[in-house]
């Protein structure tokens, strides 16, 4: 066995856990892509891919998954539920 799955949700959150510090890890990330976003004056929602690249220069160890991530959140997405690649994390 290989060992246990992770959603990859559940990567993506491990992921922005390394990156960011503080009590509220994951808000903290949160607010920081959106300022991110708002500073440089991407719609997240109109420009996904322009998003990610935003926030992977602004925080060069950012990972794909974490920036998509971030995005789906800043879109007002919930936490992804469930197992397997769901529709948040496809290309």
């Not at 997240?44 to 794909?64: D, E, V, Y």
């Amino acid at each position: 066995m290989i060992g246990p799955s992770t959603s990859p949700a559940q990567r993506a959150e491990k992921q922005i856990a390394a990156q960011f510090a503080g009590p509220d890890v994951l808000e903290g990330a949160i607010a920081w892509a959106r300022d991110v976003l708002d500073d440089a004056g991407i719609d997240a929602t109109r420009k996904p891919r322009a998003a990610a690249r935003s926030l992977r220069a602004a925080r060069p160890g950012l990972s794909r998954i974490a920036a998509r991530y971030l995005i789906h959140r800043v879109r007002g997405g919930g936490p992804a539920q469930g197992e397997g690649r769901g529709a948040l994390l496809r290309r």
